[in-house]
């Protein structure tokens, strides 16, 4: 996997939300890269610029919010500036998104065939219709839905919401994309189907070679699912390295909270240890490190400047007093 060619580069990346008071970073200098086939987990707490992350890198972001800087290179290629329709001609082929809703990615009006067909034909109006039915009968069934002949003529409301969303997945593999966006495609499913999804995910990318950036604020997922993680704080990656290391061995204070806080980490009838404190919202963040008003390590220097990108071998982390790693 290591020795894998990259696939995305970003380097930079701010997105800001434009308001009367001014413009207000939600994404503030993300660097990530991604190899094939690689399976990297983007983890942070709601508001923490996750998700903005995942929607910068396919020009997924609306007004009042923009990307402002920094460069996302997927093959070598820069995507920044390329217009809509370039974009458009990624997303659903080379490039695919799975949202936490899957009503976002199916139309309720048409039959999930009619829907996959065209998500095929968009890209490739010479496949034949046979072909597109046999790819579309495929898919399904590798994400695990029963019948899935008969079920290519259901309405998305004639889906459960576990089946649902595996029918939103088998629609983002159907062209066999190289890179998968997936913003907390499992959060509103029970344990049990997450459980299923996540297993199916991973298999179908070691298969397909397909790399995925799984969007979450579950380290347990990223525990279950990837190869690399990222975790994020006030729009920063905080730390990045293999999942083996991060959490095994966190070297940002932030991880280790979110750890210790993690279902399973705590013996029986124990509470759960939580992060005192809230995180700051785009608004209320203060000079020097976001993370300091909930730091048990935080000294002088804290205050004063916000820690800078420290790479120690494959690992990165922005904190000035890091947690030792262990060997
Ligand atoms: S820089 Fe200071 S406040 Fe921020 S995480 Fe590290 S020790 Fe804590």
Known sequence: MTTSPVLLDVQ??????????????????????????????????????????????????????????????????????????????????????????????????????EQMAEAISTHYPRVSREEIRARCIEALGQVGIPSPQTRLDNYPHEFSGGMRQRVAI????????????????????????????????????????????????????????????????????????????????????????LLESMPGVTTPGERLAQIEGMAPTLTTREAGCPFRPRCTRSDVLCGQRAPEVTIRGERHFRCHFPLEAQA
């Open 170 to 257: 088998a629609i983002a593999m159907l062209n066999k994309p190289e890179l998968i966006i997936a913003d907390e495609p499992t959060t509103a499913l029970d344990v049990t189907i997450q459980g299923q999804i996540l297993f199916e995910m991973q298999k179908l990318c070691r298969e397909q070679n397909t790399a995925m950036i799984w969007i979450t604020h579950d380290l347990g997922v990223v525990a279950e699912l990837a190869d690399q993680v990222a975790v994020m704080y006030a729009g920063r990656i905080v730390e990045y390295g293999s999942v083996e290391q991060v959490l095994g061995s966190p070297l940002h204070p932030y991880t280790q909270g």
């Open 12 to 113: 930079g990346l701010q997105t800001a939300f434009h308001t009367e008071a001014g413009a207000w970073l939600a994404v503030d200098g993300v660097d990530l890269t991604i190899k094939r086939g690689e399976i990297l987990g983007l983890v942070g707490e709601s508001g923490s610029g996750k998700s903005v992350t995942g929607f910068s890198l396919l020009g997924l972001i609306d007004a009042p919010g923009e990307v402002v800087a920094g460069s996302v290179r997927f093959k070598g290629e820069e995507l920044r500036g390329l217009s809509e329709e370039q974009m458009r001609t990624l997303r659903g082929d080379r490039i695919a998104m799975i949202f936490q809703d899957p009503l976002m990615t199916l139309n309720p009006v048409l039959k999930v065939g």
